[in-house]
Structures are given as structure tokens and as C-alpha cells.
């Protein structure tokens, strides 16, 4: 390996050897910890997808993800285990995620598909840790790319991510990939630096759509780089720098490089099928006209009409605009208090404070002190500089966007950046002749390892700051307590222990599909009335079942109330009661979804919907996608007054949102206005994203 081009520090002997075994034990200790996980709720879509893929270049299910995991994935997964029925064209996403559920867990072993999409990803993260700590060397040096290395090793959501067929990690791994190697062709302008950043971006662009954002950010950061008066250094000594001109070029052909290595993923081809048919859930003119925003609009419109992207990528840019950036309506339960619309800006960095162990967040801080009072090595401060503004620029647009939900999975690009800082109190530590920063990162090291390592189902992890892994769901609710993770310990008590007993539980979920419950025998209420049982109480009585994520004071499922109540039983953020409660929240909510299932299936639509719809509304009169839905089939039917009346309903229903209340006023006036209401578009309920 070549001398690194990092600070001038001590080498580290057998580096390549210490960070292979850093992978190695990083990827054993996810398997164990992880061994009992099922799918997340997104997983046998994405599995799908990507067998659909590889084997058919036909990109049509799940565009609103780019192609590189998914691919992957599929190239791991053969006939043999993951058998794929003929595609369809289907009508919007529930139904397209009926078809990838279906396929997993009734057409073929969802077990079996697990263990090897495992395998697969073991396999694609182990490999983009060992080339972060490459690159990281190359810019950092050894030491602070060793530690580094050991933050991400160490850190409990990390460890979650590793096995699990989604894009969080890769996008954190691929980005500080691209970030480190912009850094270095930056720093030189050789055309084989400058490739290799244009091969991570280009990656980078592949694995996540929040990709763009390290493509803006690295476009920024080279146009400053390329126009600046370069100065001397020991790699341009002996030769010119480059002039302006040759370093726009560079840069130019860096992003057009990018943009090669993305298309190659989509096969070269603009269209998402081999027929050129469209054949999304959703047609694109759809998607677009979706956006709030006439600026966004044109954006899209224009990437689709001049082919800069596929057309797969283009509406999964549309779908992550509308999703992430303009929707406003989802209620978030944060530390205590309900939030619609706008959310605190402190959300994310509150995040990292309760997810990330508080001996490396320590660590970290030190870092940070360190850098800020000018104690690390001179030859360092700019690549802290550089990552501090990726940081800084990361952190406010996903600060100001609507990508909470998710909770600190959104916010991982933002780890690498801290590790870099962990590993600079580590060399200064090391420079020191006193023992006393040596014992802090000592001390701060042992700590981080001994409360996390051990701790098995690591995505549920929080620090004491949250009230720790078994109460943090008391206090916020995020897909970072739960992503339907404990499936498979839910099908071994109800077997176990109801099913026995005759007893049918009534079970509330997030993401696991419904097929999935199915496929493992579990019997619910659920199925009891979609077989015809009356569903005419808001009464429940019995063993009721929720995900922790789900049991807080948002509207959206309304298990408010259950938040005061001790659970009878737990494992882990599965939490099971027992007793009689009175829940017209969950009764209008579940009404609501089964609604939107009858809607989009094939077999049944708006007529049938309709009265499902109308029962939630009545179950709870303030939930106003019920009404939305309601007034959208009144128009479509032709029923003026009861359009205009389902649209006043959800008027009054509905939060304090400026941009939400303008659409439902501005649908009621079209509606009162237009001659004929069936030619009045529907509004796009927020919830169906």
C-alpha cells in the first residue's frame, strides 16, 4: 500500500491487517447481534426490486430508490431461492407492495431469501468500511482513519444497518468515500484522482437520492477549489498547478463522470421497462404534478424531457421531493410534545445525541475542541474544515426537510464526520506526554464499547439521555425505535402462548406487511373482520399487540391513551397489553388504511372504498385524510354537495399547516366553482406517500 497523503503522524504497522479485522469483527458482531431480525418493513420490496433488475433489466418496481443495493442484492439471490412471477403494471404504491410481499412470503421462503440477502449485504458493507479506511488514511493518516474506523465499528445503528437491504449505510459509506476521494483530487487535479471521486459520486448517486446532496455539495467545494489561487505544496512542487481553465474542465469531467457510473446502473437505458412503455405505479406526469411547487415541477420536468437522468431516477426524485421536502402533515412525537408541520430544527442533532453511544459521542466532542482551539496537526486543519462544512450543510437541509419519520437513519451521512473528530482526539492524545487524554479516550472508548457491544437488537438502542433502550419510546417515536424488526418473535408467542388458548389477539403495526403475518400463522382481529367479523366498536378487549414506535400521542393510529399503560409483556419495542380499552382512534385509523387497501386493488376500487372511508371518519370525526379520500370519490362520482361537504370536514380536521389548509380551501373552491366536478383532480391524500 502506498505511503498516505495525510497528516504527517505516526504509521501504524500492519494496517491493512488491523482494519481487515476491524471489518471482520464489525460484520460478526452485527450477525450476532442481529441474528434474530426479520425483514424491515421496506426489505422484500427492495429484494424484489432488485431481482426484477437483474434478471429482466425491466427498473419498474420501487423507482422511488436508485438501482446499486437493490442490484446487488439480486445478483446474490437465484432462481432457485427467490422465484419471480411475471411483473404487472399495478396502480399506485400499495399495490406494488402487494405484489413484493406476495412474492416473498407466499410464492417463496422468506427465511431463506433473508439469509442470503444477509450474506449479500454483509459482503457490500464490509467492503465499503475497508475502502472508507483506505481513502480515510490517504486524507487523515492512520491513526485517524483507524479510529474512525472503530466509531463506525463500535456504534449500535451502524451494527443494525449492516445486514439489512436498505440504503442508509451504503449511501454513509459511498458518500465519505466520495467526500474523502473529492478531497484528494481536489488537492492534485490528476486525472486518476479526479476518477476515482467521480466513480464514488457516481456510486454515491446510485445508492440514495439524498446522493445529490454530496453531488452538490462536492460541486460547490470543487468550483471554490478550481477558482482559487492554488498554492505550493509537496505534490505540485516539482510541476505548474493546473490552471483554471484545466481544473473547470477536471471538475466538469468529474461530474459527468458521476453521472456515467449512475446511468451504467440503469443499463445506459432512459427507460424503466425494455418495452418503453411506461409502466411505473404511477405515471410520471402524475408524479410530478404532485409537486407543490412550480419550481420543482420544472426541475423534474426538465430532467425527464432533456434525459439527464433515467426515467426511473427521475421519479424516484419526484417521489423523494414530494415525500421529504414538501409534505407537511405527519404528525411526529418528539420528547414528549406532538409536532405537525413544522418540527424543531434541533430534531436531528437531538437524534445523534440519544442514538450514538455517549462514550463516543465524548470522544467526538473532544474532537471538536480540539479543532476549534487549533490543538490538532496543522497539516490537518483543512480536511476538518472540509468536513465540517459537509456537516454543517448535511445537517441544515435535512434539518429543514420532512424526512423525520425516519429518525436517525436519515442523519447517518452525518457519522463519518464525528469519527474523523474521535480520531483526532485520539492522535492528540497519543502526541501527549501526559497520561490524561490518553486515559479520556481510553476511558471514553471502554465506555462506548461496553454499552453498546453487547446490546442484542441494536436498532433499538438509545443512551441514557432518552431514558435508555426500554423507555425511549415514552418520550419520542421514530422509525429508529422499530422497523417491524421483531416479526419473527411475534409469530413465536402467538404460537406459543395464544394460539393455544384460542385466543385472537388484535395487533397493530407498522411496516410488516400484512402478508408476512399471514405467512407465519399469526391470526388477528385484523383478518377476522376482512373475513366478515363486525368491526363496529371502538372498544378492544383482550391481548393487544403494538410496536413501541406506535404507542405515543400522534394522531395517525391513536394509541395515545396506551402510553400511560404498562405493558403485560414485552420483547424488547414489541409491547403486549392486556385489559379493555377504548381506542376510537385506532378503530378510524385501521378503517382508514383497509380503505386505501380496497381502493387501489384490482378487484375492488372508489365504490367499494367509499363506506370503509366513511366509517373512519365517523369512528373519528378530526381525521381528515378520511374525508379527503371521501370528497375525491363524491367528485369523481359526480356528487357536488357531498364533495364540498367531505372537504369542509377535513378543513376542520386538519392542523394548522398554512400549505395543507390552502390545498383543501383551494380544492373546495374548484369544487364549488367548476362546472363539472368530475373534471376537478383529486387532491393527493398526504398519507398515501
Request: glycine share 6%; proline share 7%; with cysteine.
Given at each position: 500500500?502506498?505511503?498516505?497523503?495525510?497528516?504527517?503522524?505516526?504509521?501504524?504497522?500492519?494496517?491493512?491487517?488491523?482494519?481487515?479485522?476491524?471489518?471482520?469483527?464489525?460484520?460478526?458482531?452485527?450477525?450476532?447481534?442481529?441474528?434474530?431480525d426479520?425483514?424491515?418493513?421496506?426489505?422484500?420490496?427492495?429484494?424484489?426490486?432488485?431481482?426484477?433488475?437483474?434478471?429482466?433489466?425491466?427498473?419498474?418496481?420501487?423507482?422511488?430508490?436508485?438501482?446499486?443495493?437493490?442490484?446487488?442484492?439480486?445478483?446474490?439471490?437465484?432462481?432457485?431461492?427467490?422465484?419471480?412471477?411475471?411483473?404487472?403494471?399495478?396502480?399506485?404504491?400499495?399495490?406494488?407492495?402487494?405484489?413484493?410481499?406476495?412474492?416473498?412470503?407466499?410464492?417463496?421462503?422468506?427465511?431463506?431469501?433473508?439469509?442470503?440477502?444477509?450474506?449479500?449485504?454483509?459482503?457490500?458493507?464490509?467492503?465499503?468500511?475497508?475502502?472508507?479506511?483506505?481513502?480515510?488514511?490517504?486524507?487523515?493518516?492512520?491513526?485517524?482513519?483507524?479510529?474512525?474506523?472503530?466509531?463506525?465499528?463500535i456504534?449500535?445503528?451502524?451494527?443494525?444497518?449492516?445486514?439489512?437491504?436498505?440504503?442508509?449505510?451504503?449511501?454513509?459509506?459511498?458518500?465519505?468515500?466520495?467526500?474523502?476521494?473529492?478531497?484528494?483530487?481536489?488537492?492534485?487535479?490528476?486525472?486518476?484522482?479526479?476518477t476515482?471521486?467521480?466513480?464514488?459520486?457516481?456510486?454515491?448517486?446510485?445508492?440514495?437520492?439524498?446522493?445529490?446532496?454530496?453531488?452538490?455539495?462536492?460541486?460547490?467545494?470543487?468550483?471554490?477549489?478550481?477558482?482559487?489561487?492554488?498554492?505550493?505544496?509537496?505534490?505540485?512542487?516539482?510541476?505548474?498547478?493546473?490552471?483554471r481553465?484545466?481544473?473547470?474542465?477536471?471538475?466538469?469531467?468529474?461530474?459527468?463522470?458521476?453521472?456515467?457510473?449512475l446511468?451504467?446502473?440503469?443499463?445506459?437505458?432512459?427507460?424503466e421497462?425494455?418495452?418503453?412503455?411506461?409502466?411505473?405505479?404511477?405515471?410520471?406526469?402524475?408524479?410530478?404534478?404532485?409537486?407543490?411547487?412550480?419550481?420543482?415541477?420544472?426541475?423534474?420536468?426538465?430532467?425527464?424531457?432533456?434525459?439527464?437522468?433515467?426515467?426511473?431516477?427521475?421519479?424516484?426524485?419526484a417521489?423523494?421531493?414530494?415525500?421529504?421536502?414538501?409534505?407537511?402533515g405527519?404528525?411526529?412525537?418528539?420528547?414528549?410534545?406532538v409536532?405537525?408541520g413544522?418540527?424543531?430544527?434541533?430534531?436531528?442533532?437531538?437524534?445523534?445525541?440519544?442514538?450514538?453511544?455517549?462514550?463516543?459521542?465524548?470522544?467526538?466532542?473532544?474532537?471538536i475542541?480540539?479543532?476549534?482551539?487549533?490543538?490538532?496537526e496543522?497539516?490537518?486543519r483543512?480536511?476538518?474544515?472540509f468536513?465540517?462544512?459537509?456537516?454543517?450543510?448535511?445537517l441544515?437541509?435535512?434539518?429543514?426537510?420532512q424526512?423525520?419519520?425516519?429518525?436517525?437513519?436519515?442523519?447517518?451521512?452525518?457519522?463519518?464526520?464525528?469519527?474523523f473528530?474521535?480520531?483526532?482526539?485520539?492522535?492528540?492524545?497519543?502526541?501527549?506526554?501526559?497520561?490524561?487524554?490518553?486515559?479520556?479516550?481510553?476511558?471514553?472508548?471502554?465506555?462506548?464499547?461496553?454499552?453498546?457491544?453487547?446490546?442484542?437488537?441494536?436498532?433499538?438502542?438509545?443512551?441514557?439521555?432518552?431514558?435508555?433502550?426500554?423507555?425511549?419510546?415514552?418520550?419520542?417515536?421514530?422509525?429508529?425505535?422499530?422497523?417491524?424488526?421483531?416479526?419473527?418473535e411475534?409469530?413465536?408467542?402467538?404460537?406459543?402462548?395464544?394460539?393455544?388458548?384460542?385466543?385472537?389477539?388484535?395487533?397493530?403495526?407498522?411496516?410488516?406487511?400484512?402478508?408476512?403475518?399471514?405467512?407465519?400463522?399469526?391470526?388477528?382481529?385484523?383478518?377476522?373482520?376482512?373475513?366478515?367479523?363486525?368491526?363496529?366498536?371502538?372498544?378492544v378487549h383482550?391481548?393487544?399487540?403494538?410496536?413501541?414506535?406506535?404507542?405515543?400521542?400522534?394522531?395517525?393510529?391513536?394509541?395515545?391513551?396506551?402510553?400511560?399503560?404498562?405493558?403485560?409483556?414485552?420483547f424488547?419495542?414489541?409491547?403486549i397489553?392486556?385489559?379493555?380499552?377504548?381506542?376510537?382512534?385506532?378503530?378510524?385509523s385501521?378503517?382508514?388504511?383497509?380503505?386505501?387497501?380496497?381502493?387501489?386493488?384490482?378487484?375492488?376500487?372508489?365504490?367499494?372504498?367509499?363506506?370503509i372511508?366513511?366509517?373512519?371518519a365517523?369512528?373519528?370525526?378530526?381525521?381528515?385524510?378520511?374525508?379527503?379520500?371521501?370528497?375525491?370519490i363524491?367528485?369523481?362520482?359526480?356528487?357536488?354537495?357531498?364533495?364540498?361537504?367531505?372537504?369542509?370536514?377535513?378543513?376542520?380536521?386538519?392542523?394548522?399547516?398554512?400549505?395543507?389548509?390552502?390545498?383543501?380551501?383551494?380544492?373546495?373552491?374548484?369544487?364549488?366553482?367548476?362546472?363539472?366536478?368530475?373534471?376537478?383532480?383529486?387532491?393527493?391524500?398526504?398519507?398515501?406517500?
Open positions: 500500500m502506498s505511503t498516505p497523503a495525510g497528516p504527517r503522524e505516526r504509521c501504524v504497522p500492519f494496517f491493512p491487517l488491523i482494519v481487515l479485522a476491524i471489518v471482520l469483527l464489525t460484520i460478526l458482531r452485527s450477525a450476532i447481534a442481529t441474528h434474530l426479520s425483514f424491515t418493513g421496506d426489505e422484500n420490496y427492495h429484494v424484489v426490486a432488485g431481482v426484477s433488475y437483474f434478471r429482466t433489466g425491466d427498473y419498474r418496481i420501487n423507482p422511488e430508490h436508485p438501482p446499486l443495493v437493490k442490484l446487488w442484492v439480486g445478483a446474490f439471490i437465484p432462481e432457485s431461492v427467490l422465484h419471480l412471477p411475471p411483473l404487472q403494471i399495478v396502480n399506485d404504491k400499495a399495490s406494488e407492495r402487494t405484489y413484493a410481499a406476495e412474492t416473498v412470503y407466499f410464492k417463496n421462503d422468506p427465511d431463506r431469501i433473508q439469509r442470503y440477502a444477509r450474506f449479500a449485504m454483509f459482503c457490500f458493507n464490509g467492503i465499503l468500511l475497508l475502502v472508507f479506511a483506505r481513502v480515510a488514511r490517504r486524507v487523515f493518516g492512520d491513526v485517524i482513519a483507524l479510529a474512525a474506523l472503530s466509531f463506525l465499528a456504534d449500535p445503528t451502524v451494527a443494525a444497518h449492516m445486514p439489512v437491504v436498505m440504503t442508509d449505510l451504503p449511501v454513509t459509506l459511498t458518500g465519505a468515500i466520495a467526500v474523502l476521494s473529492a478531497w484528494l483530487a481536489f488537492q492534485t487535479w490528476k486525472p486518476l484522482a479526479v476515482g471521486a467521480a466513480f464514488a459520486l457516481g456510486l454515491t448517486l446510485a445508492t440514495k437520492h439524498s446522493g445529490i446532496l454530496f453531488a452538490v455539495f462536492i460541486a460547490a467545494a470543487g468550483l471554490y477549489m478550481a477558482l482559487r489561487k492554488t498554492p505550493p505544496t509537496s505534490e505540485n512542487a516539482s510541476a505548474p498547478p493546473p490552471t481553465t484545466r481544473r473547470l474542465l477536471l471538475l466538469a469531467a468529474l461530474l459527468a463522470g458521476s453521472l456515467v457510473v446511468w451504467s446502473t440503469y443499463r445506459f437505458h432512459f427507460h421497462s425494455p418495452t418503453q412503455q411506461e409502466t411505473f405505479n404511477r405515471p410520471l406526469a402524475d408524479k410530478i404534478s404532485d409537486l407543490e411547487s412550480a419550481r420543482n415541477r420544472f426541475l423534474i420536468a426538465n430532467l425527464a424531457r432533456f434525459h439527464i437522468f433515467p426515467r426511473a431516477y427521475v421519479w424516484g426524485f417521489d423523494i421531493i414530494r415525500q421529504g421536502v414538501e409534505i407537511g405527519y404528525p411526529i412525537f418528539f420528547w414528549d410534545h409536532y405537525i413544522e418540527k424543531p430544527l434541533y430534531f436531528f442533532p437531538a437524534q445523534l445525541l440519544v442514538k450514538i453511544p455517549l462514550g463516543l459521542l465524548l470522544i467526538s466532542i473532544a474532537g475542541i480540539l479543532f476549534l482551539g487549533r490543538n490538532t496543522p497539516e490537518s483543512p480536511q476538518f474544515w468536513f465540517s462544512l459537509f456537516f454543517l450543510f448535511f441544515a437541509i435535512i434539518a429543514t426537510s424526512s423525520h419519520y425516519a429518525g436517525v437513519r436519515h442523519a447517518l451521512p452525518l457519522y463519518p464526520a464525528l469519527s473528530f474521535a480520531g483526532a482526539t485520539v492522535a492528540f492524545a497519543l502526541q501527549q506526554k501526559s497520561p490524561t487524554w490518553k486515559i479520556l479516550a481510553l476511558a471514553s472508548a471502554a465506555w462506548a464499547i461496553a454499552s453498546a457491544v453487547p446490546i442484542l437488537r441494536p436498532w433499538e438502542y438509545h443512551n441514557a439521555i432518552a431514558g435508555g433502550t426500554a423507555h425511549a419510546y415514552l418520550h419520542t417515536a421514530n422509525e429508529g425505535l422499530d422497523l417491524s424488526l421483531r416479526t419473527k411475534l409469530a413465536a408467542y402467538y404460537h406459543r402462548v395464544l394460539e393455544p388458548q384460542g385466543e385472537v389477539p388484535y395487533f397493530v403495526t407498522y411496516l410488516a406487511p400484512d402478508q408476512e403475518i399471514l405467512a407465519r400463522g399469526i391470526r388477528t382481529m385484523d383478518q377476522e373482520w376482512l373475513a366478515g367479523f363486525p368491526d363496529d366498536s371502538s372498544v383482550g391481548t393487544f399487540i403494538a410496536e413501541a414506535v406506535m404507542v405515543n400521542a400522534t394522531m395517525a393510529h391513536g394509541l395515545g391513551p396506551l402510553r400511560d399503560v404498562e405493558p403485560a409483556e414485552r424488547g419495542n414489541l409491547l397489553f392486556r385489559g379493555t380499552f377504548d381506542l376510537p382512534g385506532y378503530r378510524a385501521r378503517l382508514y388504511s383497509r380503505g386505501r387497501t380496497v381502493l387501489y386493488a384490482a378487484n375492488a376500487g372508489a365504490e367499494k372504498a367509499l363506506p372511508f366513511e366509517q373512519a365517523a369512528a373519528n370525526p378530526k381525521f381528515y385524510p378520511a374525508w379527503i379520500n371521501i370528497g375525491n363524491h367528485a369523481q362520482q359526480g356528487h357536488r354537495d357531498q364533495a364540498i361537504q367531505a372537504y369542509e370536514q377535513a378543513l376542520r380536521g386538519a392542523p394548522q399547516i398554512p400549505d395543507l389548509r390552502a390545498k383543501l380551501e383551494s380544492q373546495l373552491s374548484q369544487l364549488r366553482s367548476s362546472p363539472d366536478v368530475r373534471q376537478v383532480d383529486p387532491l393527493r391524500d398526504p398519507f398515501a406517500e
